[in-house]
């Protein structure tokens, strides 16, 4: 192309279009620094002994010399909510979502030994709301402060054409640490160690593209020809006893497992931990596992929550998908000595939630069978 043409080009735009502004390309500033406003008490309050940054800054800064450690190593993961996001927007129900990121996140780093010690995320929206914002962000830092997390920073980003007004996608990113010697993995599973599982009574932010069009149909694509009203009726429909609506059901926030993890460890021999999200079960137990060790898992050592059956029916699902795609009840295996399993359990259920022995670890093939 020319430069003469580029400019013809320019000429015939110029005369189609109106004055431009941001604002009327769909990117408010102002209600951007609105949500910024309106979120910076709740961040503020994360806040723990090393931070040494406050909002509004272009990164956050940590010191590490608080830290009382000989060989402190960092630990970083990074995860999202997947399509619950979507659901979420869809039920204009934003306050447990920042819950699940945190968990998605920290849950990845406690099962190596390690506590977090700064989050950031990445919120984008269609249309940026700083009410909605601060539903969000404000999730976020009640699972920032349950952890023991200061929120040290993050984005939010409008997206105007590429996502619709209430909808959002929404990222997080933790650093934790860990002392060298104290790092749990593979090296230390053995044959003999017992598996000790912690509820999921919930499917966490997992499963839900599945979930979705089991239980909802093509109703649940709101967006794309999906009816309102029929949506509207399936989640609030009351499925089980405890009168909670569907809606309610799939909208409950994940157990976060890492401050129990930091409690177990003071009086239990951890050797390594599985945070069960997708792949489940096999995929994810498989990971902390050495040649020639074996994962023999039970299943029904423990008790599955009805949810997962209700999916499983409305979908007509079978077994080996349904427990390769949810964690079926299970949030969170660890792999313990044999001759402190029930002591582990004992200490969970006093921390406030259910555990199960679903297991053992023997010699043979490397891999998890379910029986």
Same mark, same amino acid.
């Given at each position: 192309?020319?430069?003469?043409?580029?400019?013809?080009?320019?000429?015939?735009?110029?005369?189609?279009?109106?004055?431009?502004?941001?604002?009327?390309?769909?990117?408010?500033?102002?209600?951007?620094?609105?949500?910024?406003?309106?979120?910076?008490?709740?961040?503020?309050?994360?806040?723990?002994?090393?931070?040494?940054?406050? %909002?509004?800054?272009?990164?956050?800064?940590?010191?590490?010399?608080?830290?009382?450690?000989?060989?402190?190593?960092?630990?970083?993961?990074?995860?999202?909510?997947?399509?619950?996001?979507?659901?979420?927007?869809?039920?204009?129900?934003?306050?447990?979502?920042?819950?699940?990121?945190?968990?998605?996140?920290?849950?990845?780093?406690?099962?190596?030994?390690?506590?977090?010690?700064?989050?950031?995320?990445?919120?984008?929206?269609?249309?940026?709301?700083?009410?909605?914002? #601060?539903?969000?962000?404000?999730?976020?830092?009640?699972?920032?402060?349950?952890?023991?997390?200061?929120?040290?920073?993050?984005?939010?980003?409008?997206?105007?054409?590429?996502?619709?007004?209430?909808?959002? =996608?929404?990222? *997080?990113?933790?650093?934790?640490?860990?002392?060298?010697?104290?790092?749990?993995?593979?090296?230390?599973?053995?044959?003999?160690?017992?598996?000790?599982?912690?509820?999921?009574?919930?499917? @966490?932010?997992?499963?839900?593209? #599945?979930? @979705?069009?089991?239980?909802?149909?093509?109703?649940?694509? !709101?967006?794309? *020809?999906?009816?309102?009203?029929?949506?509207?009726?399936?989640?609030?429909?009351?499925?089980?006893? =405890?009168?909670?609506?569907? *809606?309610?059901?799939?909208?409950?926030?994940?157990?976060?497992?890492?401050? %129990?993890?930091? $409690?177990?460890?003071?009086?239990? =021999? !951890?050797?390594?931990?599985?945070?069960?999200?997708?792949?489940?079960? $096999?995929?994810?137990?498989?990971?902390?596992?050495?040649?020639?060790? @074996?994962?023999?898992?039970?299943? =029904?050592?423990?008790?599955?929550?009805?949810?997962?059956?209700? !999916?499983?029916?409305?979908?007509?699902?079978?077994?080996?998908?349904?427990?390769?795609?949810?964690?079926?009840?299970?949030?969170?295996?660890?792999? %313990?000595?044999?001759?402190? @399993?029930?002591?582990?359990?004992?200490?969970?259920? #006093?921390?406030?939630?259910?555990?199960?022995? %679903?297991?053992?670890?023997?010699?043979?093939?490397? *891999?998890?069978?379910?029986?």
């Amino acid at each position: 192309m020319t430069l003469s043409n580029i400019v013809s080009i320019e000429k015939v735009l110029l005369l189609m279009s109106e004055k431009l502004s941001y604002a009327s390309a769909g990117v408010d500033i102002n209600e951007g620094e609105a949500a910024v406003r309106s979120i910076k008490k709740i961040v503020e309050a994360t806040s723990i002994d090393g931070v040494m940054s406050k %909002i509004g800054g272009f990164g956050g800064l940590f010191d590490l010399s608080v830290l009382d450690m000989a060989e402190p190593v960092l630990v970083s993961s990074t995860d999202g909510v997947g399509t619950k996001a979507y659901l979420a927007g869809a039920l204009g129900s934003y306050k447990t979502i920042g819950i699940d990121l945190v968990a998605m996140c920290v849950d990845d780093i406690a099962v190596l030994g390690a506590r977090p010690l700064f989050l950031l995320d990445y919120l984008s929206v269609g249309k940026l709301d700083s009410n909605l914002a #601060l539903e969000i962000v404000g999730g976020i830092a009640e699972g920032a402060k349950a952890v023991g997390a200061a929120l040290i920073g993050g984005e939010m980003a409008e997206h105007p054409g590429s996502m619709t007004d209430g909808h959002f =996608d929404l990222g *997080g990113f933790v650093v934790g640490v860990v002392e060298k010697s104290k790092i749990l993995g593979s090296h230390l599973v053995r044959a003999g160690d017992s598996l000790v599982a912690i509820e999921s009574p919930n499917l @966490r932010s997992n499963g839900f593209s #599945l979930a @979705r069009r089991a239980l909802l149909g093509n109703a649940g694509d !709101i967006d794309h *020809g999906g009816n309102r009203d029929l949506f509207q009726t399936l989640v609030d429909a009351k499925p089980f006893d =405890d009168g909670r609506t569907l *809606g309610q059901i799939l909208m409950e926030p994940s157990v976060l497992y890492s401050p %129990i993890l930091q $409690e177990l460890s003071k009086t239990i =021999d !951890i050797h390594a931990g599985a945070h069960i999200t997708g792949g489940g079960i $096999e995929g994810n137990l498989s990971r902390v596992l050495k040649d020639g060790e @074996r994962a023999i898992v039970k299943r =029904d050592s423990w008790e599955i929550p009805p949810i997962f059956s209700l !999916i499983q029916r409305s979908g007509a699902i079978d077994d080996d998908e349904m427990f390769r795609v949810f964690n079926m009840g299970v949030g969170m295996v660890l792999v %313990i000595d044999h001759d402190q @399993r029930k002591e582990a359990i004992a200490t969970i259920e #006093l921390l406030g939630h259910r555990a199960y022995e %679903i297991g053992s670890i023997e010699s043979a093939a490397k *891999g998890v069978e379910l029986r």
